[in-house]
Every structure is written in structure tokens, then in C-alpha cells.
């Protein structure tokens, strides 16, 4: 509505003033959507660029792995750590507490189980995925084994979707039993899952060339934590993968597996976000554990 009295002249055009550039703070991704960035933003911590992911959706292949037998009581204690959790639908409705105001990784395929040929995957209703507000698509994509076409057919769709809807999708690469988690396997993996759309990566940290695998991929990396290690090893994979370019952590078994996975989560953090060494974020874990 116009000024009531009169015309008046605007007092303050900022003439002169150039208009602030905002730009986003995670590589290869300047250029997609408001809806994407905001949510983004939720997943990775603007201030120090990383996240730390807590992963928990292995019961939909898996059944009632070690540690998530009783996930009410051994994962809901962890999520105020993490800066993102990931997670099935199932899951997400039973045992986490909406009030929780975490972003969520929702796992958007689904299909075989351990007892036959993994990756075979179709994927869920994007409304689904909308009505329970996931920050993030995740999409198993299984490079150079039996599904490849078609877990690659299932990350395009999702993609697609997700720019359609604002929603980032995740493309975790699955490694299986006739495939090495070496540096070149991983960088073709992570590449072909960021050339065809998605918006971040999460794959395996090799312990040679590394930085190859983050170099070449144009999107942010987050590494998975895999097998369970001895928490000090752990927390020295979490540094490696920092160091060498990784932009966080998804861990699960290396969390709630350990002997104290409050203390766990917080080391996790102290080294993603604090740049805390494996030794110092060792003490903090050992001191956090002790507590009475």
C-alpha cells in the first residue's frame, strides 16, 4: 500500500551498496534449489561444514542387528547428538519423538533382505516421504554388482523427485562381497552416483588414495562407519576421513555397539566438528564414560 499521507521519497535505497552474495557453503552445490539448501543446512552444520550422521536403518535388511534389538532404549538416548539421523520410516514413526527436531536421512528404497540377493529395491511414495518431512533421499546404488541398472534407475527417479519436491538425495554406495573398497572402485562409484543426481554421497573410507575418492566426486562425501571397531580405531577412521576431505560421518554399529555409546556420539562429534585428535577425543570418550 502506498504511504498514507503522501508520496514520501524513500529515505535509504542503499545506492552505492553492492547486494550481498550469499553463497552456500558446501561444494558443488551453489547452484540448486532454496528448499534444498534449507535443508542441507539442517543436515550439515553451516558453521563447521560436517555433519554427524547416526544410522540405525539397518534392521530393514538385517532384522534386529546387535544393539537395535530394543531401539527405544538404545537409540533414542543418542539422537540429541547427532546432527542427523538415518533411519527407515518404520523406525522414524515408532521410536523417535517428533520433538526431536533432527533432520532425517530416510531410507527411500526397499526391497531384498539378507537371506537372498541384497539391492534388489524399489522405492518408497514420495508423499511418504514428504509427510513425515525427511531432509534427505537415501538411496542404495550398487555399482558393478547383479542390480547396478536398476538401483541406478531407482537414484535417477529419486533424484527427480527430489528436485521436484526440494528434497537432497543420498546416494549410498553398496559394496558386496565380489567388490574391494579400494580408492579407484570408490571413486567411480561416488562419481556416477553424483553424475546422475545426487546431492551428496555416502560411501566406505579406503586407507590409501583416499583423497582421490573425495577429489574426484563433485558433491560432499560422507563416509560410513561400517564393521564395528575398537572405539579408539574409530575415532581415528573419523579423523582420516575428515582430514583427507570427507565432509562427516555416518556412523551406526561404531555408536550404538560400543561400550558406551552416549560417550561414543560425543567423541564422534568432538572430532568431525571440534577438529579434536582420535587421542584427545579418546580422553573425552573415556572422562564422558566414567561419569557416575
Not at 557453503?25 to 552444520?45: A, C, P, Q
Not at 521410536?95 to 534388489?120: E, F, M, Q
Not at 575418492?213 to 562407519?225: E, N, Y
Request: glycine share 8%.
Amino acid at each position: 500500500m502506498a504511504d498514507k499521507d503522501s508520496n514520501k521519497e524513500a529515505a535509504d535505497y542503499g545506492i552505492g551498496v553492492p547486494v550481498t552474495k550469499h553463497g552456500f557453503f558446501l561444494k558443488g552445490l551453489d547452484h540448486v534449489d532454496w528448499g534444498m539448501k534449507d535443508r542441507l543446512s539442517r543436515i550439515f552444520n553451516p558453521k563447521s561444514g560436517y555433519t554427524v550422521m547416526l544410522a540405525f536403518d539397518h534392521g530393514y535388511i538385517m532384522g534386529p542387528t546387535s544393539g537395535l534389538e530394543r531401539m527405544d532404549l538404545t537409540i533414542t538416548p543418542l539422537i540429541d547428538y547427532a546432527d542427523c539421523i538415518m533411519c527407515s520410516r518404520g523406525a522414524l514413526r515408532s521410536i523417535v519423538p517428533p520433538t526431536s527436531n533432527k533432520a532425517v536421512s530416510l531410507r527411500y528404497s526397499a526391497g531384498t533382505t539378507v537371506l537372498t540377493d541384497l539391492n534388489d529395491e524399489c522405492l518408497l511414495d514420495i508423499e511418504d516421504a514428504i509427510r513425515v518431512n525427511a531432509s534427505a533421499l537415501a538411496i542404495m546404488v550398487a555399482v558393478g554388482s547383479k542390480f547396478e541398472a536398476k538401483t541406478i534407475q531407482n537414484l535417477v527417479r529419486t533424484a527427480d523427485l527430489g528436485n521436484k519436491y526440494g528434497i537432497p538425495t543420498l546416494g549410498v554406495t553398496a559394496v558386496g562381497k565380489e567388490l574391494v573398497r579400494d580408492a579407484r572402485y570408490l571413486s567411480l562409484a561416488c562419481r556416477v552416483c553424483a553424475e546422475n543426481g545426487a546431492t551428496f554421497v555416502k560411501t566406505y573410507f579406503s586407507e590409501t588414495d583416499f583423497e582421490r575418492v573425495t577429489c574426484s566426486c563433485p558433491v560432499p562425501i560422507v563416509i560410513a562407519g561400517g564393521k564395528k571397531l575398537p572405539e579408539l580405531e574409530a575415532l581415528e577412521l573419523a579423523y582420516q576421513a575428515i582430514q583427507q576431505g570427507a565432509s562427516g560421518v555416518d556412523m551406526g554399529r561404531n555408536v550404538f555397539q560400543a561400550e558406551h555409546p552416549v560417550a561414543m556420539i560425543q567423541a564422534i562429534r568432538a572430532v568431525v566438528h571440534d577438529g579434536r585428535t582420535p587421542k584427545d577425543a579418546f580422553d573425552l570418550y573415556t572422562t564422558i564414560k566414567n561419569v557416575k
